[in-house]
């Protein structure tokens, strides 16, 4: 199975003051972060959309393809549409992954593909941590790429998704949970890194 990763990183952060993407985690900027948990994973089709960080971005020369939503003031859909027309035919399913989630781990990518393989009648499957749905999701490319690009937005991708057969995939994950969207949850993040780190 052909997977690939949508990162979406065209946000305005504008509750967090700064470009979350850029911002230092753990020693390396997050986006860096991101991107080295779906290598581990096996991960080799990552996509990042992005906005006016595109340049900045752009400086770090991650190996992934940049592509850029000419309308990030849209929203995040509008990112996760520019990111799946992104997407060629060989993929056969794909991660929807916001950068403000940044701690999600390998072995729970892992899990969900695995998860997704095994289950043929399955179109989507969601990470779960202590019964709390995270991030990110992963989606067969053929049942819902053309959805997504015709779909109008309503109630983001979990609107969308409704619509199809998902599956919960339980996980010892928490940083399927963890976000930061404020500078006091990126100070959370970075105390609960460190947690686990020592």
Known sequence: MKTAAIILAAGFSSRMGSDKALLDLGGQPVIERIVSSYQAAGIERIIVVTGQNHAALGQLHLQVELVRNPVPEQGMFSSIQTGVAALEPAVDA????????????????????????????????????????????????????????????????????????????PVNDQGVLLGMNTPQQYEELQRYLANILF
């Open 94 to 169: 794909f991660f929807v992954q916001p950068v403000d989630i940044p701690l999600v781990s390998s072995v729970t990518l892992s899990n969900l593909m695995a998860a997704l393989q095994q289950n043929s009648a399955v179109d989507v499957v969601i990470p779960v941590f202590r019964g709390k749905r995270g991030h990110p999701p992963l989606l067969r490319r053929q049942q819902l790429a053309g959805a997504i690009l015709a779909y109008n937005g309503t109630d983001g991708l979990r609107g969308l998704l409704s619509r199809y057969a998902v599956v919960e995939i």
